[in-house]
């Protein structure tokens, strides 16, 4: 199984500047997980200590938020597509 994934810029630095990279997962937590393996440090940019999404980040599988599926633990299938993004906010 291979899922494409698009990174934001803000966690680049966790994927050594790529904008895409390619994992595996039957889940988004399994594809996060695998992807953490190839860029150690990656969940801890994705993940607060509280163990939830950061709050500034929305996850994508093939244009739907996967909060309107079944969040981290959203079914995936060869030749997905998730794009994770980044909200930039001013308080």
Do not use: C, H, W
């Amino acid at each position: 199984m291979s899922i494409r994934v698009k990174i934001p810029a803000a966690l680049r630095d966790a994927t050594n500047g790529e904008a895409e990279v390619y994992g595996n997962g039957s889940s988004i937590t399994n594809l996060l997980s695998d992807l953490n393996t190839k860029y150690p440090g990656l969940m801890d940019a994705v993940y607060e200590d509280s163990g939830r999404l950061q709050r500034f980040l929305t996850i994508f599988v093939n244009d739907t938020n996967i909060q309107t599926l079944q969040s981290e633990r959203t079914q995936l299938e060869d030749g997905d597509v998730v794009m994770i993004t980044s909200a930039i906010t001013s308080d």
